[in-house]
């Protein structure tokens, strides 16, 4: 039994990652702009797509990898520039309801640049299972999860000692002092698009070799990223983490105990009950639920 | 008055030339995209290859075969629209398609009330029992290839097992077919696990199934992405039974996706897949080996059964125009119920007013994945 439970575990732990950089990206844009960025799931797509299609026209997986997720900066720096920027007087749901159509329309362009098939990256280091203690954790498991805590960190860094990550700290905690400190708004906004997109690409080329991809994923793990960053509290970078990989695990307790069929459900009925029962999240800080 | 009676004449005798050259209108919804597109894509190519030779051949009784096929992307809503449209809109003499079992049932009902003769490419018993009277269908059902499965376990010992299936109705109608005959075989399901549309995860049901005491084996009930990723979890869980999966992933699409882990991997599916294998005294052999190279030369891609499913389809339905002389759609449905002893790539066709699919299990072999490709399972 006890073999069991690991297995759901790590494959929580895993599922949970990837949740959670999804739920990053919800979280820097937000906090930059109280927008919530219904297009971040189609960045994960764009992510995955990319890779894929680069490693089939015969590039090395690391340069498809890193040109997948640059490709991907450049389409949330795009969507910054021409749909979010044009509107920005406009209340914020007007902004939300733009994300949306961007990602219906990433997501129709993502069908036409490449195709409606099913994809699959090559794992990166091979795929032969690694024991622990009874349960199997795929080597590509592990790349997730170190890339994740790479990139958490990486970010703690940025945010705190960065001048350009404490700008945007700023506009999210008061976005006309920091004008009045002389930040630029509009470069704030650009560059946590950017970012955005970018972690969102990462996890989607992280996740490809376990799960394939297609033009389509967006859709799933958008709302799933979305339900855990609602429940670490929208705009809280450690909520998201915490969100996401519990998220994971519910997901994965949950149908390894309850149901496996009804594993979808899971994620919904966190979204409901965050937003009756705890609409600051577990970490407490933003409204963000006004505006959902 | 002579000039008048002339151009009557005249444009009477243009007129039935004109109907005589009216092309016969051949209607088809594929899954082309979507999840199930390694079923809908082949099916497609196929059917182009096949009308275009018969053109090339001079057509069926005289005139031209026009087809028009649509994307339905596996989605019953786009199914119904499209066949609504061939009905109503092209004005389609006959319909191959539906690639899959749930898009095929969502149309019965305009098919019924259209009366229009509709040849299905999906795999359930459903479709054709009980027996629908415009509704035929090509491949194997699902209790065919829940039986063919079960002889083979039989012969091998194994008694008891364990299903894990997904939400399709694909899915669920074998699932509940092989529990039904389960018995008759003398084995017991001892687990039954499912899993959701567009799951990518699916190690946690997989554990539950490897922590069941005396599983000897697993099937697993489903077409798609579903199985591929089913094939590498089960790989990666390090599960040493034998692992057995339905026609629904007669495709090279599924060996790609699934990588490594489909080797060993056990599944009925038509000769069509082996035609080379093949003995040259197999009655199935001309035929399979024909469409196989047709196929391949043509398109540049591996060959899949369910290419094959849509040759025997159109086959039956150009055999049925022949026998009944016209478009008129009850002669040709009355016509396709009297084919008898039509060689398509699954096997004989023999339908009957009781017998809307018309294949036994003998065209069903049970293959085995080894080294990326099919081959006889021993």
Known sequence: M??????????????????????????????????????????????????????????????????????????????????????????????????IGASILLRGLASLVWDKKIHALPAFSGETPLNLGGATLLPQSLWV?????????????????TLTGKAILAVSHNRLAAQLMGISVRRVLLVSFG??????????????????????????????????????????????IVGGLALGLIESLGAGYVSSAYKDVFAFVIILAALIFLPDGLAGRRRATERV | MLSRTLLAAASLAFACAASAQEPIRVGAFLSVTGPAAFLGDPEQKTLELYVEKLNAAGGVLGRKLQLIAYDSAGDAEKARAFTKRLIEQDNVDFIVGGSTTGETMAVVPLIEQAGMPFISLAGAVVIVEPVKKWVFKTPHSDR?????????????????????????????SMRAQCMGVAKNYGIEILADEAYGAGDTDMTAQLSKIKNTAGVQAVLNCGFGQGPAIVTKNYKQLGISQPFYQSHGVASKGYIQ???????????????????????????????????????????????????????????????????????????????????????????AFNFSPTDHVGLDVSGLRMLEIRKGDWTLAK
């Not at chain 1, 990053?24 to 797509?49: D, K, P, R, T």
């Open chain 1, 2 to 99: 006890s073999a069991q439970l690991v297995q759901f575990l790590l494959t929580g732990l895993t599922v949970g990652a990837i949740y959670a950089l999804v739920a990053l990206g919800f979280a820097i844009i937000y906090n930059a702009s109280h927008v919530i960025n219904f297009a971040q799931g189609e960045f994960v797509m764009i992510g995955g797509m990319a890779a894929a299609s680069f490693v089939e026209a015969g590039l090395p997986l690391p340069l498809a990898a890193l040109l997948a997720v640059a490709g991907a900066m450049l389409v949330g720096l795009a969507l910054e520039k021409l749909a979010v920027e044009p509107a920005r007087g406009a209340p914020v749901v007007t902004l939300i309801i733009i994300t």
């Open chain 1, 145 to 161: 999860l170190g890339a994740t805590v790479l990139t958490v960190a990486l970010l703690w860094w940025f945010f705190n000692r």
């Open chain 1, 195 to 240: 970012l955005s997109a970018a972690l969102g690409a990462l996890a989607g080329v992280l996740i490809a070799p376990i799960s394939f991809t297609s033009w389509d994923i967006g859709v799933m793990l958008g709302l799933k990223g979305f339900a855990a960053a609602i429940l670490g509290g929208m705009g809280s970078g450690p909520g998201a």
């Open chain 2, 144 to 172: 065919q290839a829940c039986e063919r499965i079960f002889v083979d376990m039989k012969a091998r010992g194994t008694t008891k097992i364990a299903l894990i299936s997904g939400p399709g109705g694909f899915d669920k």
């Open chain 2, 257 to 347: 996706l699934a990588g490594d882990a489909a080797e060993g991997v056990r599944l009925p599916a038509a000769a069509l897949l082996v035609a080379e294998t093949l003995p040259d005294s197999d009655p199935q052999k001309k035929v399979v080996l024909g469409y196989k190279r047709e196929y391949e030369a043509r398109f540049k891609s591996d060959v899949s059964t369910f290419g094959g499913h849509a040759y025997d389809g159109l086959m039956i339905a150009v055999e049925a125009l022949k026998k009944a002389g016209s478009t008129d759609k009850a002669k040709v449905r009355d016509a396709i119920e009297s084919v008898r002893g039509l060689m398509g790539t699954a096997g």
